[in-house]
């Protein structure tokens, strides 16, 4: 099978075109970057932390646990990355000292980027602003949790809570039991900014939200399609995965407008004589469509699956519904459409249809690239109909694979902290109330915004994340959380969203344990639905007033509720949580002995490895899936006379190199060879057809505002497509959602860039 020459050269190519950048991802930088920081006087407390029995705090991949920090699920050492380590690193610096609050007002602190807010160390004594104050000052515990008791009595309707998955399901559990229980149903999480497309979509088509592989399943796969991920960065263990399907002569197609060096080629640490130095090649088919036009891909990657004869007609006969109208749509379109949608050649299309159709089994893993788009829901369709048509789904080696984001984040959606609760769990917690539990929709993280924006919101608790930092239109974040009247931020470090995201009355900025520092085990879920149990630790902050989510949320409860429906305080001991969790959760029954054997274990009913779904009519669903129309404004209706030097473009946001979602480790990004944040990457042939120069200045305007000043990168981007850094991007776009799950298309936002 012929796969596309130019990958083999590729990465020297992007080396030779753009000669500041490393030929590879990965490699000694990671190395180097190890030794720094575990020989550094750091080093012991990290070393410890490594070897606490704790999961990952970085990403859903999900290494750590019992069997010591080194080990996937699969009981594979060497499986830490770097990534980790930049994670702890951050967790046990020295407290904020308490200078900073005291001496530094509200103006001064709103002047820190990210990465200065983060190195202020970690929180360690609650503190409060006051509506009128200049200053944060600490706050006694008496006094907050008086505060939070009068907040949430207010009408259910009228308060809400965000959260972010680094906390543990216990905590997540206990936090959507608080709400319901007082009537609300208002549960916005980070997902709705991230994988709800791929939650809404797969449950429809397979009955379950969740990926239906598993690690041990991913291993046996032959072909890999990866698309709109950057594993290399933000889930660097899967990495592993791909440089053994190709050392086994399997394929992996990667499909993304950037060429991210590390999907050319890898040099991980897990294989040091054959890969560290050398480096192991990624993708043997690199396609760059243009941004947002997946969905025009996938559906060409089907119709040329139908004229090469390689649909499983048998396969969808049995066990699928709705393929005919998914065929017939395949079909109807021309391959003008298609490819001048996608900007990907037939030919092309058509080599990454002969592997995907030759492969004996196929795993179809997919990210942001995918799912922060207007038709988010449509694209991950597209994916799971293109898996369904060549039997690619309901067999070891095959599925589907959404490539989770935070360490914990699906385990938050699983205890049910999301407006769209599961059916099982809204009767399981009837019966636990002993009524009917039939709630308004609720907000989810953008409906909350705006409700906050109207007005119609009165207190908020966080727990942990940004959702200042995390949401588009920096402006809009900051008026609506500012018409809230209490804010209760739980978090282990400050950050943007503490000195930008403050409310109208009262903003509480509670310092929390970490995963490794709870007083009680908790236990976490990574994206290949395993659980996994973290140990009881200490924290270095001794002298510290540090609160685990768990007894705060009890405490919390108890005050609000008494002991309805459940002893709170009781709950205080993890273990009740989780005998609750075992009787509510679908799938976690297995946690109800986890304390007793310490056996971290896989979701009941999550991984498909026979042809029967879990849908009613055990058959997989099928959706057809819309060409998008991908159009973008003109100067003119940016404002920008004709005459300006100017160039309208696609723009993806994203993550540098070294940053943690809205925290920023470290400003550049060498793999792309941008220098520091306020970079744009741009397409050479694009900036030099309108007269731009690398490391020009330009100004970027979207529909929000603009940042001026940023400095011109040449990279390879796909012509008319720019990459920029969220956080600091997030002020110049409000962006588009997918009015199916509420996720803004961060990769697909219009911009203006002009001197
Ligand atoms: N180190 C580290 N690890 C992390 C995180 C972190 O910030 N740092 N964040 C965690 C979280 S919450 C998440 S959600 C994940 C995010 O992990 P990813 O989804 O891998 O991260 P992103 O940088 O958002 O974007 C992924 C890729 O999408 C591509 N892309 C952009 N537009 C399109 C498009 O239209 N089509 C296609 N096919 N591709 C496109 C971009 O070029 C980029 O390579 O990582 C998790 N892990
Ligand atoms: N433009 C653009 N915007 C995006 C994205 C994008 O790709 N482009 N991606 C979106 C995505 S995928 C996501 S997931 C969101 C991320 O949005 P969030 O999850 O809201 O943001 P984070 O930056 O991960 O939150 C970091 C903070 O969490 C707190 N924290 C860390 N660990 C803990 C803990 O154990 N407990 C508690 N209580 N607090 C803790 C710390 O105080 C830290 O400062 O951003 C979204 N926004
Ligand atoms: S791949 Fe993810 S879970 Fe595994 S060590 Fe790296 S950051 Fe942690
Ligand atoms: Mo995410």
Same mark, same amino acid.
């Given at each position: 099978?012929?796969?596309?020459?130019?990958?083999?050269?590729?990465?020297? =190519?992007?080396?030779?075109?753009?000669?500041?950048?490393?030929?590879?991802?990965?490699?000694?930088?990671?190395?180097?970057?190890?030794?720094?920081?575990?020989?550094?006087?750091?080093?012991?407390?990290?070393?410890?932390?490594?070897?606490?029995?704790?999961?990952?705090?970085?990403?859903?991949?999900?290494?750590?646990?019992?069997?010591?920090?080194?080990?996937?699920?699969?009981?594979?050492?060497?499986?830490?990355?770097?990534?980790?380590?930049?994670?702890?690193?951050?967790?046990?610096?020295?407290?904020?000292?308490?200078?900073?609050?005291?001496?530094?007002?509200?103006?001064?602190?709103?002047?820190?980027?990210?990465?200065?807010?983060?190195?202020?160390?970690?929180?360690?004594?609650?503190?409060?602003?006051?509506?009128?104050?200049?200053?944060?000052?600490?706050?006694?515990?008496?006094e907050i949790y008086a505060i939070a008791t009068a907040a949430f009595?207010?009408?259910?309707?009228?308060?809400?809570?965000?959260?972010?998955?680094?906390?543990?399901?216990?905590?997540?559990?206990?936090?959507?039991?608080?709400?319901?229980?007082?009537?609300?149903?208002?549960?916005?999480?980070?997902?709705?900014?991230?994988?709800?497309?791929?939650?809404?979509?797969?449950?429809?088509?397979?009955?379950?939200?969740?990926?239906?592989?598993?690690? =041990?399943?991913?291993?046996?796969?032959?072909?890999?399609?990866?698309?709109?991920?950057?594993?290399?960065?933000?889930?660097?263990?899967?990495? $592993?995965?791909?440089?053994?399907?190709?050392?086994?002569?399997?394929?992996?197609?990667?499909?993304?407008?950037?060429?991210?060096?590390?999907?050319?080629?890898?040099?991980?640490?897990?294989?040091?004589?054959?890969?560290?130095?050398?480096?192991? =090649?990624?993708?043997?088919?690199?396609?760059?469509?243009?941004?947002?036009?997946?969905?025009?891909?996938?559906?060409?990657?089907?119709?040329?699956?139908?004229?090469?004869?390689?649909?499983?007609?048998?396969?969808?006969?049995?066990?699928?519904?709705?393929?005919?109208?998914?065929?017939?749509?395949?079909?109807?379109?021309?391959?003008?459409?298609?490819?001048?949608?996608?900007?990907?050649?037939?030919?092309?299309?058509?080599?990454?249809?002969?592997?995907?159709?030759?492969?004996?089994?196929?795993?179809?893993?997919?990210?942001?690239?995918?799912?922060?788009?207007?038709?988010?829901?449509?694209?991950?369709?597209?994916?799971?109909?293109?898996?369904?048509?060549?039997?690619?789904?309901?067999?070891?080696?095959?599925?589907?694979?959404?490539?989770?984001?935070?360490?914990?984040?699906?385990?938050?959606?699983?205890?049910?902290?999301?407006?769209?609760?599961?059916?099982?769990?809204?009767?399981?917690?009837?019966?636990?109330?002993?009524?009917?539990?039939?709630?308004?929709?609720?907000?989810?993280?953008?409906?909350?915004?705006?409700?906050?924006?109207?007005?119609?919101?009165?207190s908020?608790i966080?727990?942990?994340?940004?959702?200042?930092?995390? $949401?588009?239109?920096?402006?809009?974040?900051?008026?609506?959380?500012?018409?809230?009247?209490t804010?209760v931020?739980?978090?282990?470090?400050?950050?943007?969203?503490?000195?930008?995201?403050?409310?109208?009355?009262n903003?509480i900025?509670i310092?929390?344990?970490?995963?490794?520092? $709870?007083?009680?085990?908790?236990?976490?879920?990574?994206?290949?639905?395993?659980?996994?149990?973290?140990?009881?630790?200490?924290?270095?902050?001794?002298?510290?007033?540090?609160?685990?989510?768990?007894?705060f949320?009890?405490?919390l409860?108890?005050r609000l509720?008494?002991?309805?429906?459940?002893?709170?305080?009781?709950?205080?001991?993890?273990?009740?949580?989780?005998?609750?969790?075992?009787?509510?959760?679908?799938?976690?029954?297995?946690?109800?002995?986890?304390?007793?054997?310490?056996?971290?274990?896989?979701?009941?009913?999550?991984?498909?490895?026979?042809?029967?779904?879990?849908?009613?009519?055990?058959?997989?669903?099928?959706?057809?899936?819309?060409?998008?129309?991908?159009?973008?404004?003109?100067?003119?209706?940016?404002?920008?006379?004709?005459?300006?030097?100017?160039?309208?473009?696609?723009?993806?946001?994203?993550?540098?190199?070294?940053?943690?979602?809205?925290?920023?480790?470290?400003?550049?990004?060498?793999?792309?060879?941008?220098?520091?944040?306020?970079?744009?990457?741009?397409?050479?042939?694009?900036?030099?057809?309108?007269?731009?120069?690398?490391?020009?200045?330009?100004?970027?305007?979207?529909?929000?505002?603009?940042?001026?000043?940023?400095?011109?990168?040449?990279?390879?981007?796909?012509?008319?497509?720019?990459?920029?850094?969220?956080? =600091?991007?997030?002020?110049?776009?409000?962006?588009?959602?997918?009015?199916?799950?509420?996720?803004?298309?961060?990769?697909?936002?219009?911009?203006?860039?002009?001197?």
């Amino acid at each position: 099978m012929d796969t596309q020459p130019s990958i083999q050269s590729a990465a020297h =190519e992007l080396n030779e075109t753009h000669g500041n950048t490393p030929e590879m991802g990965g490699g000694l930088p990671v190395i180097e970057y190890w030794a720094r920081h575990t020989l550094s006087p750091e080093g012991p407390k990290l070393w410890k932390t490594l070897f606490h029995k704790s999961a990952c705090l970085s990403c859903a991949w999900g290494t750590g646990g019992q069997k010591g920090g080194f080990t996937n699920e699969d009981g594979e050492v060497l499986q830490r990355c770097m990534k980790s380590v930049e994670a702890i690193s951050a967790e046990i610096q020295p407290p904020v000292p308490t200078q900073v609050f005291a001496d530094r007002s509200i103006a001064e602190l709103q002047q820190l980027s990210s990465l200065e807010a983060d190195r202020l160390g970690r929180l360690s004594f609650p503190v409060i602003l006051r509506a009128g104050q200049s200053h944060y000052e600490r706050i006694s515990w008496d006094e907050i949790y008086a505060i939070a008791t009068a907040a949430f009595h207010k009408p259910p309707e009228r308060i809400a809570s965000y959260s972010s998955g680094r906390g543990s399901n216990e905590a997540a559990f206990l936090l959507q039991l608080l709400l319901r229980t007082l009537g609300s149903n208002n549960l916005a999480d980070c997902s709705d900014l991230c994988h709800a497309p791929s939650t809404v979509g797969l449950k429809q088509m397979f009955g379950t939200g969740t990926s239906i592989v598993s690690l =041990e399943s991913l291993k046996q796969a032959d072909c890999v399609v990866l698309a709109g991920s950057n594993a290399a960065y933000n889930h660097p263990r899967l990495m $592993n995965e791909l440089i053994k399907l190709r050392e086994h002569g399997g394929h992996v197609i990667v499909i993304n407008p950037v060429q991210e060096i590390g999907l050319i080629k890898f040099a991980s640490p897990a294989f040091p004589a054959k890969s560290l130095l050398a480096g192991s =090649e990624i993708a043997s088919l690199y396609l760059q469509p243009i941004p947002g036009s997946d969905v025009a891909l996938f559906v060409g990657i089907q119709k040329a699956l139908i004229e090469q004869g390689q649909v499983r007609q048998d396969f969808l006969e049995a066990h699928t519904e709705g393929w005919e109208a998914v065929l017939e749509q395949a079909r109807s379109h021309s391959w003008e459409a298609i490819t001048a949608t996608c900007g990907i050649s037939q030919a092309e299309i058509e080599t990454a249809a002969r592997i995907i159709g030759q492969s004996q089994r196929v795993v179809f893993a997919w990210a942001m690239g995918i799912t922060q788009q207007a038709n988010g829901v449509d694209n991950v369709y597209s994916i799971a109909n293109t898996a369904l048509i060549t039997g690619n789904a309901g067999r070891m080696g095959t599925g589907v694979m959404p490539v989770r984001g935070h360490s914990n984040v699906q385990g938050f959606g699983s205890m049910g902290v999301t407006v769209r609760l599961r059916q099982e769990i809204k009767q399981a917690l009837e019966q636990l109330l002993g009524r009917s539990l039939n709630l308004p929709k609720g907000y989810h993280t953008r409906d909350l915004i705006e409700a906050a924006e109207a007005g119609k919101v009165d207190s908020l608790i966080c727990v942990g994340g940004n959702l200042y930092g995390a $949401n588009p239109d920096s402006e809009q974040a900051k008026r609506a959380l500012g018409n809230i009247d209490t804010i209760v931020y739980l978090s282990t470090k400050p950050n943007t969203g503490h000195f930008h995201g403050l409310a109208k009355t009262n903003t509480i900025i509670i310092p929390v344990l970490n995963r490794f520092e $709870n007083p009680h085990k908790t236990t976490v879920e990574s994206g290949n639905n395993f659980v996994r149990l973290n140990d009881e630790g200490q924290t270095h902050l001794k002298q510290g007033e540090l609160i685990s989510e768990v007894e705060f949320l009890t405490e919390l409860a108890y005050r609000l509720l008494g002991d309805y429906p459940v002893d709170w305080r009781k709950l205080q001991d993890t273990r009740y949580v989780r005998q609750l969790i075992a009787k509510t959760i679908p799938g976690y029954e297995k946690i109800a002995t986890i304390d007793d054997t310490q056996e971290e274990f896989t979701i009941s009913g999550r991984i498909i490895t026979e042809p029967q779904f879990k849908t009613p009519s055990g058959k997989a669903m099928m959706f057809t899936t819309p060409l998008p129309i991908l159009t973008l404004p003109s100067p003119q209706e940016f404002g920008i006379p004709a005459s300006a030097t100017s160039l309208v473009l696609a723009l993806m946001t994203g993550r540098s190199y070294s940053q943690h979602n809205t925290v920023v480790y470290k400003i550049g990004d060498k793999y792309r060879g941008m220098p520091h944040r306020h970079c744009i990457l741009l397409n050479r042939t694009d900036a030099e057809k309108v007269g731009f120069q690398e490391h020009d200045r330009v100004t970027v305007q979207g529909d929000a505002g603009k940042l001026e000043h940023v400095e011109i990168i040449y990279g390879a981007v796909r012509s008319g497509s720019a990459l920029m850094f969220y956080p =600091e991007v997030n002020v110049i776009f409000k962006a588009k959602a997918d009015p199916r799950c509420g996720t803004p298309a961060y990769k697909r936002v219009p911009i203006v860039v002009y001197s």
